[in-house]
Every structure is written in C-alpha cells, then in structure tokens.
C-alpha cells in the first residue's frame, strides 16, 4: 500500500512538471531563461558547420587586405556639387554639293514604283495595251497626276515606237527624258538667302500640322550655314508645347541664335523681333518658324497672313517655303492650294519622302501649282535635308 501511494505521488509531481513547462509556451508567456553550461550559439548544428576543406585567412594575409572604400557620408561635399553645364560645341554641317546625290539609296521604297515596275514592263518584248494600262497605272500610284500621267504614257508609246527601242539602257533613258520634262528642270530652285543693303534676307516656313515644319527650319539653318551664310532663328510657333525649345536645340548646333517670345504670345510680334533683331546683328537670313494649321481653319489662316504683313513692314518675304508630308499624297496638293493663297508660297518643302512609295507627288505639286519643289527630307538624320535637283532625282529614282 506504501508502494502505490509513493507511485501515484510521482505520477502528479511528473504531470505538474510537463504542465509547468508546456502550457506557458503555448499562452505565450516568457521562454524557461537558459541553463547553465548549455552552449546556446548559432553553428552548432550539424549543417552549420564550417567544411574541413575550407582554406583559413593568416594574420598576415588579413593584414594585406585593401582598405575599404570611404562610405558616403565621409565623401567631401564638392564632389557632391552639380557640374557646371558646358556649352555645346558648334557642329559642321555637311556641304550640300551633291547631298541629294549620296542619299540615293533613301529612294529605294519610291525606286520600286517608279523605277523598277516601269522598267519591268517597258522592257517586255511585246508592249500591248494592257502594257501601258500597268505603266499608266504604276504612275498613278505613285502620286504623278493624272495629267502628268497621261503626257508621259502617250509621249513614251510614241518614242518606243518611232525608235523601236528594246534594250534595258535605251529604255531607261527614255523613261529618265520622260520624267525630267515633266519635272520642269527649268524652274527656280535656288534659294533666295542673299542679304539685301542693310537687311537680311527672310525666310518663312509653313504648313499644317504634323509635317515636320521645326525639324525643318532647323535643317534648312544648317543648310544655310553649310553654304556660308549666317542665320537667326525667329520661334514663331508660340502655342505648340516645347516648339521653342526644340527650334534652339536645333540652332545651337550650328551656332544660330534663336529669337523667342512668351508662351502663348502673339506670333507676329516674335516674326517683327526676329526681324529686327538680325538687322541689328547683321546677320544673313531670318528663318521663321510658325504654329501649323489646317488650311480650312480660316481665322488661323488669317493669322498667318498677319504674321506675314507684320514682317513686311521692314522689308519683303524673300522667300515661303510650305513644308508637305510626302506620305499624304494628293491630300498635300489641297492644303498647298490654300497657302499659297493666303501667302503666296514661293517653295515647297518636300518631307518623308524616304518613308513612302508615292514620290511622284514632286511632280504632281509642281504641275499644279506652278511653284517649284526646292528641298526633299529623306531622313531623319540632321543633314538629311537636300536642295532638290530633278534630274540627280530621276537617276536615284530609277537606280
């Protein structure tokens, strides 16, 4: 009986123990504070531990260690300092001498159309009806005109049957004489930069919207500075976000000031400053930039032709050049209808002309309007604005 009731008193003091010890941990009360002689660190496992192949680091090799680098708050706080914003320097534009010439291969969509789908089917050995129904076709879709079609399909039938040519060069010069006439190599293409006694020449750049009319001034300004002119930039483009500042990123290139006025301001006052302002630096040609317009927004029309009487008031326009997106086709013949109505456009501008296959809108603006194409863009580079030359045209258009 003593056994049993010794046994039963180890029992509970056992089950007091195990309830001491587990059912704090689970209410979250504090941890049993660590036994003595208990070796409590980290690495003592079994997967801590240190491999025995693992090299040890000498005194002396801790001792040749390279210092370490200086954290960031001990940095001195001039090399902390913004540098001092140098200015750009003065870039040299490439001569314009043959430009057209070396940029030939920008043509190669527009070559396709106009050159080798023409030259394909001109050189067929029997040239039937249906024939010429492809040849008057490929020009049409290349933008020639209908007009402008017609003269070359009937000129070129009669020529190939008069002289029975066949061979692939007599065809080709015959097609190149074909399509140089009707670019009218005898128009003005020259742009009139020369300073006037006491003046500058000025130079007005339109067009509608989207055409490219800054990147244009600012490439006709290198242009100009490349054939040893001097130029002033007059940003005459007030309402159009950032049109300032891109028109004097483009002049600071090639050392070209840039003539501003406020956000928003009234664009004829900026054109009559820029004006004036090259007159007193004696500078050779005013290039004007001006907001784009759609040509059926009259009131903006209106103000264009403003802006325009406002700079005559010191001397002539000597040139307006209406800046086309080639890409538009006929679309562009439409607009350049009304501008050269309201401000009696003197040049056309002719951009992307490396990006379409429509490149017979040159010849098509020409015969319609009566004003000459003076410079093509075929590219996006900054010395990728060319004077225009019809017959270095024709020889890239056909390859």
């Known amino acids: ?20 010890l587990v059912v704090p941990r689970r209410r979250g009360a504090a941890r049993t504070p660590p036994q003595p002689g208990v070796d409590y660190r980290p690495g003592v496992g079994d997967d801590a531990e240190v491999p025995r192949d693992t090299p040890t680091r000498s005194v002396g090799t801790v001792l040749d260690l390279p210092p370490e680098a200086p954290a960031e708050a001990d940095v001195e706080t001039s090399a902390l300092e913004t540098p001092a914003l140098e200015t750009p320097a003065v870039e040299t534009p490439e001569p314009t001498a043959g430009r057209l010439l070396r940029l030939r291969s920008r043509l190669a969509r527009s070559q396709s159309t106009l050159g080798r789908g023409l030259l394909s089917v001109l050189s067929r050995e029997q040239l039937d009806d249906q024939a010429w129904e492809e040849i008057e076709e490929a020009l049409l879709t290349a933008d020639v005109g209908v007009s402008a079609t017609t003269e070359i399909v009937e000129r070129l039938r009669s020529r190939t049957r008069v002289l029975g040519t066949r061979s692939q060069g007599e065809l080709r010069a015959l097609l190149a004489d074909e399509l140089v006439a009707v670019l009218q190599p005898d128009l003005d293409r020259s742009l009139h930069t020369l300073p006037s006694t006491g003046r500058p020449a000025v130079v007005m750049v339109v ?3 989207g055409t490219g009319k800054t990147t244009t001034c600012g490439k006709l300004a290198r242009v100009l500075v490349a054939d040893g002119r001097t130029v002033l930039l007059g940003a005459a ?12 990123t483009w002049g600071s290139r090639v050392g070209a000031a840039t ?31 001006t907001a784009g317009r759609l040509h059926t927004k009259v009131g903006l029309m209106d103000e264009l032709g403003k802006v325009k009487r406002v700079v005559e008031k010191q001397g002539p326009v000597d ?4 800046v086309l997106d080639a890409t538009t086709g006929q679309n562009g013949l439409v607009q350049a209808r009304v501008f050269t109505e309201v401000v009696d456009v ?23 309007l009566g004003v000459p194409v003076k410079l093509v863009g075929l590219g996006e580079g900054p010395d990728d604005l060319a004077p225009f030359d019809p017959e270095q045209f024709v020889d890239a258009l056909l390859g």
């Open 237 to 248: 483009d007030t309402f159009r976000a950032a049109a300032t500042e891109q028109l004097q």
């Open 346 to 368: 003197t040049g056309i501008v002719l951009t992307k002309l490396d990006g379409t296959a429509r490149g017979g809108i040159v010849i098509s603006v020409q015969r319609d």
């Open 319 to 322: 040139e307006t050049l209406l």
């Open 1 to 20: 009986m003593v056994y049993l009731w010794i046994a039963l008193a180890v029992v509970v003091v056992a089950l007091g123990l195990v309830a001491a």
């Open 259 to 289: 003539v501003r006025g406020p956000e928003g301001g009234d664009p004829a006052s900026v054109a009559f400053d820029a004006v004036k302002q090259g007159t007193e630096d004696k500078v050779d040609v005013v290039v004007i930039d």
């Open 207 to 209: 067009g509608v919207n």
